[in-house]
Structures are given as C-alpha cells and as structure tokens.
C-alpha cells in the first residue's frame, strides 16, 4: 500500500480523498492556491504545498508545479479526484514517466473515451446499443445530410472532442441542417482544436442514467448499479439519486453487463462511469464514458455499503477488488442535492463570506463540504458549496428527509439554491418519478 498520496484537488473532493487516506493509514499531502490558503484540504492533510496563484491554470492545473510538490514530498501517488486534471491524459502520462502512481485508468483510456466519436465506437464493437448515427466522424456536409436523412429527423450534430453538452446541435429538420452543420464544427475548432463531429438520431426526453463501475489491475471489473441524474441545468446536475425508478433488478443486470463489457474491452482499471441515455420505452443506449470519480459518487456508496475512494487507492495500489459482483446489493434508496453559491432563481453565482453555517444531521444524513462560518468562496473556481446526501429506505421516504435536511441547514451569507431543491422535491412529477432531462426546462417556464 502507499504511504503518501498527494491530493490534485481542492474542495469538497480533496477533503473526501483525504478522509479515505487517513483511514487506510496512508499519509497525505495537498496541493492549494493562494486563494485556498485557509482551506480545510490544507487543514487536514499532514503537509501542504502551494502551487500556484489563484487561477486554475496557475495552480491546481499547473502540471509541473503540482509533479514538484508530489516529488519534494515523497509522494507516491496522486489522487486527480474530478475535475481540473482528472481526464487529462498527458498528465496521468507525465505521472507514469515521473514514477508517480496515477490513481485513476491508463492515459490511453482517458484518451481514448475522451475522443466521444471513438468511445461511441468502442461501445459499438462492444456489442453495446448505441443511437443510430454516424460511423465516427463526418466531415463533408453533402454526406452528413444524406446520414441524418437516412437516420430520420430529429437528430443531434455532436463534438468528438465534446461531453458534457459542449459543441452539441439539435437539427430539427432539414433546412436547419446545412447551417447546423457548419456552426456545430466551427464550434468544435474554435472550443476544443478540433472540427471533428459525428451525428446522431436524437431522443427528445430521455432520461440520463448511468453505471458505476470499478475494475482492479488483474482484469476483474464488476457494476455497483445506477444513478438516476436527469435533474440538470444546462448539462450541470442538480439532483442525483440511486437507485433510479424506473431500473428493476433485470434492467438493472443488463446495463450493469454492458458497462463491464466496454470497460473490459479497452482493459479499464479503477474507478468509471458508463452515461445511458434512455428513452420513453425504456431501451438504453450508450453516451459516453467518464474516467474519474464522480461527483454524485456517494449516492452510490450510500446503497451500497462501499467505499468507492478507498477502493480506488486499492486497486490503485495493485490489490484484488475487495468485493465481488455477488457481493453487491443495492440497500434503500439515496438522493443527492448539490448546493451551489448561486441566485436559486438565475443561477448568478454569489461568492462572498459564508457568515453563518450549520449542516444538518441525524439519522441518515451525509454532508460532504469544505465549508464553515467565516469560509471566503474564492469567484475562482466552481459554485458547489456542499453536497446534501440522505439514505432511507425507500424513495418516498429519502425525499421526506431531504426536506428535513435541507430545512435544517443554515448557510448565511451568500445565497444558494436551497430553495430551488425545496422546490424540486415538491413538484408532483419529481416525486412520482417523472423526470427526464427536461425536467428543469418545464419547471422554470411553469408560473411560481
Ligand atoms: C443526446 C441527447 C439526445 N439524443 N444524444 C448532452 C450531453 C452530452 N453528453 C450528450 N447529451 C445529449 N445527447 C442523443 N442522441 C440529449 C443530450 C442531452 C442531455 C443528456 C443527458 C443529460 C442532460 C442532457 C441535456 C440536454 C441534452
């Protein structure tokens, strides 16, 4: 096992990574900003480095500073958590070529799922259901109007170096489409260096649904289930909860299967997660594949008992997987709120001085923050202020208690979007389960 890890993080992730650290006895480094100086990463690792000034590109994704911290420290690995330098390939590569353990799957799988044209491909080869489209790039627009006529309209122009919604277009018909076209791949120049897209049969509400799934160095892969994440905003989730509603044991099984299948075909390693998109038949197709942990990960550790950190350092460390797929039963029900620094109206952010701060608790609560009284959100970096997580046993019964939590939690200072969660767990088709990936543009353009 290691006996140092360095954190490339800040945050809510950073402290997480470190509590999994303490508790295998591994000691820890963090790596901050100035702006982060007084953060609590800083606080509770063993030691600290500052790398940078306050912009990110300065600092949490400045690779030769945070190479030399890990180095003047001894560390032996780095653990990314998401975001920042966690789906980079060239710095899980520079990790390898310095002797430092990458905690996380190999630069060719982060590169390889990080080109969406390929991953789609993977998936393909796979034997795994992915839309009509496309096979892999388009680049002359005469033929991407015959493919998308073949396909049938609606469909979607996306970015192979996109995710996350970036460089996407919706054609509706086709007069849009010469035009979409055009616009979708200049997009994709000017965001990512790279005009390549690829098209798509679109799904007006599908619902985004997705596998958890986590594979050691010696080819043992296994699924811990779903995650429902259809409540979002502008590709940015809002609300995550496991399991989803409309997902029994056998679905449950079969998307598990597929997931393990596109892991194992590229010999994945660590901790991932497949995106389905699912339509109003319920037939899933693949989306993409994210090669980090994730945010929304405790939704999935709260129905199943595992420690998803801690077991990403073990297999990182070389050890078997410590549970096997029989192993895993999905136990109650778990939502997720994720409370930004934001106007709960127009999602404005409000960085500032947290003046006073009192999470809830009792019986089935989960707080995951950085946040205390007297906390400065630095404008830096993103809103995410806390995570609220509860467990219960059934679905109707987390929602009553994510009411409750989210009653008792003080955050003064700044504003968060409490309020737009309390809104959500009242709305008639959240609780009965009719969400989809519309949902939030239905309920804004409702009257309050
Ligand atoms: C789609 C789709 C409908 N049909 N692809 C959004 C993010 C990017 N990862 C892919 N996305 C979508 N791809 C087809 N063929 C709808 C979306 C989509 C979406 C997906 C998941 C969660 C929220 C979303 C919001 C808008 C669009």
Redesign the pocket.
């Known amino acids: 096992m290691f006996k140092k890890i360095l954190i490339a993080n800040r945050g809510e992730i950073a402290l997480r990574v470190i509590r999994a650290c303490k508790e295998l006895g591994i000691r820890t480094v963090a790596v901050h900003s100035t702006a982060d100086a007084n953060s609590l990463h800083v606080r509770f690792a063993d030691q600290s480095v500052c790398i940078g000034p306050a912009k990110s590109a300065d600092s949490y994704l400045n690779v030769p500073s945070i190479i030399s911290a890990a180095e003047i420290t001894d560390a032996e690995a780095i653990h990314p958590g998401y975001g920042f330098l966690a789906e980079n390939p060239s710095f899980a590569e520079v990790c390898h070529s310095a002797g430092i353990k990458f905690i996380g799957p190999s630069a060719d799988s982060i590169k390889l799922m990080g080109d969406k044209a390929k991953a789609r491909e993977t998936a393909l080869k796979a034997g795994v259901p992915v ?1 009509p489209g496309s096979d892999g790039v388009m680049r002359e627009e005469e033929s991407a109007l015959d493919i998308a006529r073949e396909l049938g309209f609606p469909v ?1 122009i ?1 970015a192979a170096a996109g ?3 970036k460089g ?1 277009r919706v054609v509706m018909d086709e007069t849009e489409f010469a035009n979409a076209f055009i616009m979708a791949q200049s997009e994709a120049l000017a965001a990512f260096a790279n005009a390549d897209v690829y098209i ?4 007006t509400q ?1 619902r ?1 649904i997705e596998i958890q799934i986590m594979a050691d160095e010696k080819g043992n892969i296994v699924y811990l289930g779903e995650r429902e994440c ?1 409540i ?1 905003r502008r ?1 940015q989730k809002l609300i995550e909860e496991a399991p989803s509603v409309i997902v029994d044991a056998s679905l449950r099984k079969r998307m598990g299967e597929m997931a393990v299948a596109v892991a194992k075909s590229v010999k994945y390693r660590n901790a991932g997660t497949i ?1 389905f ?1 699912m339509d109003e038949d319920h037939k899933f197709y693949f ?2 594949m994210n090669t980090r942990i994730q945010v929304e990960h405790p939704v999935t550790e709260m129905v199943t008992g595992i420690d998803l950190v801690k077991e990403q350092i073990r297999v990182a460390a070389g050890q078997t997987l410590s549970f096997t797929q029989d192993d895993i039963v999905i136990k109650g029900h778990s939502i997720e709120c994720r409370i930004n620094a934001e106007c709960p109206e127009k999602f404005t952010p409000s960085p500032g001085t947290i003046t006073a701060f009192n999470p809830p608790g009792g019986p089935g609560i989960r707080v995951e923050t950085a946040a205390y009284t007297q906390y400065v959100i630095p404008p830096y970096y993103d809103s995410m202020i806390a995570k609220l997580i509860v467990h219960a046993e059934t679905r109707a019964d987390a929602i009553q208690r994510m009411r409750r939590a989210l009653d008792e939690f003080i955050i003064e200072g700044v504003k968060t979007t409490i309020p737009m969660h309390q809104k959500i767990l009242d709305d008639a088709d959240f609780r009965s389960g009719n969400i989809s ?1 519309k949902f939030m543009e239905r309920y804004y353009s409702q009257p309050k």
Do not use: F, R, V
């Open positions: 839309l979607i996306k995710g996350g919604g996407m798509e049969k679109y799904i599908p985004h259809s979002q590709h995106e998109l989306m993409e990936t």
